[in-house]
T-cell receptor, first 116, second 111 residues
Framework: EADIYQTPRYLVIGTGKKITLECSQTMGHDKMYWYQQDPGMELHLIHYSYGVNSTEKGDLSSESTVSRIRTEHFPLTLESARPSHTSQYLC???????????????FGSGTQLSVL | LAKTTQPISMDSYEGQEVNITCSHNNIATNDYITWYQQFPSQGPRFIIQGYKTKVTNEVASLFIPADRKSSTLSLPRVSLSDTAVYYCLVEGAGNNRKLIWGLGTSLAVNP
């Protein structure tokens, strides 16, 4: 089983608050991702990282930021939460192996964020 | 846009075999086919992956015809706990590829 953890599991917060969603993995994976998913909808990539000090924006425009100071840790921060940020946030990791190998993602259980 | 097309939903009963077919007409030579399972309020979980012909593991089988324009995930003797959304993705190898997720197939297993 994958060892990737997200906290908190659920978060209800008021508009304008700063929040940080935590994601940690103990598998030593270099690649890490943040996805956003609304109920019954697709996963949308919002941020990814290929390793320490590497961060990139994904395909979905997001007002969040990420950092990757340690291999195992990839937190996502919202400076000022708004009701439009209400969604499920999923963190994933993947080993960065040979270029000819396929991608296999390991996901955390997600953080369900509600902004009032 | 997702690179794959699959039914939005399917219904089945406990003990039946379920086959979910995914179309990927524009699959590239170096693309792999990967299936994930997602339960409500959870992250997706890798099920199976293949390139051609047939792949089987302890959870499912994946059938890929010679032209690779479609693939079929086969779940033997489903149980209520197999109720989930199943995603079919195609993507090439390489470090700069990002998976594109569609809506998946919502499978409901009834008693």
């Amino acid at each position: 089983e994958a060892d990737i953890y997200q906290t908190p599991r659920y978060l209800v917060i008021g508009t304008g608050k700063k929040i940080t969603l935590e994601c940690s993995q103990t598998m030593g994976h270099d690649k890490m991702y943040w996805y956003q998913q609304d109920p019954g909808m697709e996963l949308h990539l919002i941020h990814y990282s290929y390793g320490v000090n590497s961060t990139e924006k994904g395909d979905l425009s997001s007002e969040s930021t990420v950092s990757r100071i340690r291999t195992e840790h990839f937190p996502l921060t919202l400076e000022s939460a708004r009701p439009s940020h209400t969604s499920q946030y999923l963190c994933a990791s993947s080993p960065l192996d040979r270029a000819d190998e396929f991608e296999k993602l390991f996901f955390g259980s997600g953080t369900q964020l509600s902004v009032l | 846009l997702a690179k794959t097309t699959q039914p939005i939903s399917m219904d089945s009963y406990e003990g039946q075999e379920v086959n979910i077919t995914c179309s990927h007409n524009n699959i590239a030579t170096n693309d792999y086919i990967t299936w994930y399972q997602q339960f409500p309020s959870q992250g997706p979980r890798f099920i199976i992956q293949g390139y051609k012909t047939k792949v089987t593991n302890e959870v499912a089988s994946l059938f890929i015809p010679a032209d690779r324009k479609s693939s079929t995930l086969s779940l033997p003797r489903v149980s209520l706990s197999d109720t989930a959304v199943y995603y079919c993705l195609v993507e090439g190898a390489g470090n700069n590829r990002k998976l594109i997720w569609g809506l998946g197939t919502s499978l409901a297993v009834n008693p």
